[in-house]
């Protein structure tokens, strides 16, 4: 296998910043010297008053860490998808590689080039990874739904042209709960410039996903 510059960049990936709004409260109460005034006394004629805090309900995380990427997609499907590539992949260091954590093989088998990136990122609540969906998908142009992936996914492959090389990139977007599964496949041949069909790889990275989802379910809490 020889090494060969990769033939685009992998994409930033931004993790959302969830705010949180505290909640206050306001007591009132009416003149003293009126005899129905808002305030209620003891016999000895002490005022009483009493105020509660609002109560506050965290909804606990289906998710609270990434699970292992390298080990989320079968050895055969590696193989098949990065020919040459080391079935155990190699993971790329995090800020913080308890919510987020990406895998990654790529191989140059003949004049044949493949790439496959499988992420996962866990976030604070169903609604923050919702939100985070809806901005990558808001980054994408064209592509269309995957049924049956998680609570919801996102496919679309894109050809771009360097130099006359051409290559294919498919990216595919899941959510479940609380976390994001991200799978980047792409493909090129330097012999003829040409880059791999649309069809191999969006089947590419969507087969990628589903084995990656179902890691990430399997080790749901």
Do not use: H
């Not at 109560?55 to 292992?68: K, R, W």
């Not at 044949?112 to 980054?139: C, I, M, T």
Request: hydrophobic letters at 35%; a neutral charge; glycine letters at 8%.
């Amino acid at each position: 296998m020889r090494s060969f510059p990769l033939p685009i960049a992998l994409a930033a990936r931004l993790s959302p910043v969830v705010v949180l709004a505290a909640a206050g409260w306001a007591l009132s109460s009416g003149p003293s010297s009126e005899p129905q005034a808002a305030e209620k006394r003891t016999a000895g004629g002490t005022p009483t008053q009493s105020a509660s805090a609002p109560s506050t309900t965290t909804v606990p995380m289906t998710y609270t860490a990434a699970p292992v990427p390298c080990g989320s997609v079968a050895e055969k499907t590696v193989t098949s998808l990065v020919p040459g590539a080391k079935a155990s992949g190699k993971e790329i260091k995090s800020t913080d590689s308890k919510l987020r954590r990406t895998c990654s093989w790529n191989a140059l088998e003949g004049y044949e080039y493949r790439w496959l990136d499988v992420s996962f990122e866990v976030l604070q609540s169903d609604d923050a990874a919702e939100q985070s969906y809806g901005r990558r998908l808001k980054d994408q142009s064209g592509g269309g739904p995957v049924p049956g992936l998680g609570d919801a996914a996102y496919s679309v492959v894109n050809l771009t042209t360097q130099d006359k090389q051409q290559t294919r990139e498919g990216v595919v977007v899941a959510r479940a709960s609380n976390a994001l599964v991200i799978v980047t496949y792409n493909g090129s041949d330097f012999e003829s410039k040409k880059a791999p069909s649309t069809d191999e790889i969006n089947k590419g990275a969507i087969k990628a996903a589903k084995e990656a989802m179902a890691a990430l379910l399997e080790g749901r809490d």
